[in-house]
């Protein structure tokens, strides 16, 4: 399945769930903006280690904590994000020897989440800490371009031209997530929203192609095993309903 079909199945997806209230509102969307995001993914195929980290700049996302059962404590978390980056530090390991790329990919990739969620008013203040904990799924794409210098024999003699290719490595994660936060003002519709998401992904397939003069070949791989851990600190405008 394409990049394009999955993210239109998380697009339909997304809907977001309404709530009731509370001294402080227990339903809000949030539009966030992480500070950084960091994510290193290690798998291995065919017994050969592979492993890279990205860092995400300035990642968005929407979510939403609706806390509607239980005095407003128990209830559902959703969010939607865009995570564009760099791809570094690859690493290849076969037969207990290592090799490092100094390649840098251009990374971006959108996620989904969505599971049960826990909110609690913090005394009589106007603070709200909320906390889900739902299954995440990530598609992204790692791009790169290169130019190398090959060959070519043409009437006896050897010429060397400049190739262009690209590369390209279409991914998908499935995992749990972890989204503590902080909802300062929650008694007021606008309010300061601080958080942290922690992902903790075991799930994982990529495809890897790569095109040269307009040619394209790919191959698909399913990883034997693999673990991503992901993580970002985030602040945003919090909208109370």
């Excluded at 902080?182 to 958080?195: E, P």
Aim: glycine share 10%.
């Amino acid at each position: 399945m394409s990049l394009k079909k999955i993210f239109s199945v998380v697009l339909l997806c997304a809907v977001f769930t309404t709530g009731t209230f509370a001294k402080n509102h227990a339903l809000g969307m949030d539009i966030a903006v992480g500070v950084l995001g960091f994510d290193t993914t290690k798998f291995k195929v065919g017994g050969v280690e592979n492993s890279y980290n990205v860092i995400d700049i300035l990642p968005i996302k929407i979510n939403t904590y609706d806390c509607f059962l239980l005095n407003d404590h128990l209830g559902v978390y959703a969010s939607l994000g865009l995570l564009p980056g760099v791809q570094f530090n690859n690493k290849t390991t076969v037969n207990g020897v290592t090799e490092k790329s100094d390649d840098i990919w251009a990374n971006v990739g959108m996620e989904f989440m969505i599971g049960p969620a826990f909110g609690i008013d913090l005394g009589e203040s106007s603070v709200r800490f909320q906390i889900g904990a739902p299954f995440h799924f990530m598609g992204g794409v790692a791009m790169l371009d290169r130019t190398r210098v090959v060959s070519n024999t043409r009437g006896g003699r050897i010429y060397m031209v400049e190739t262009t290719y690209k590369e390209s490595i279409e991914y998908f994660t499935f995992g749990l997530g972890l989204t503590p936060q902080f909802r300062f003002m929650a008694d007021r519709r606008f309010s300061l929203v601080v958080g942290m998401d922690f992902v903790f992904d075991f799930l994982y397939s990529c495809t890897y192609k790569t095109e040269v003069l307009g040619v394209t070949s790919s191959r698909k791989y399913e990883p034997d095993s693999a673990f991503r851990f992901y993580w970002t600190p985030y602040a945003g405008l919090g909208i109370n309903f």
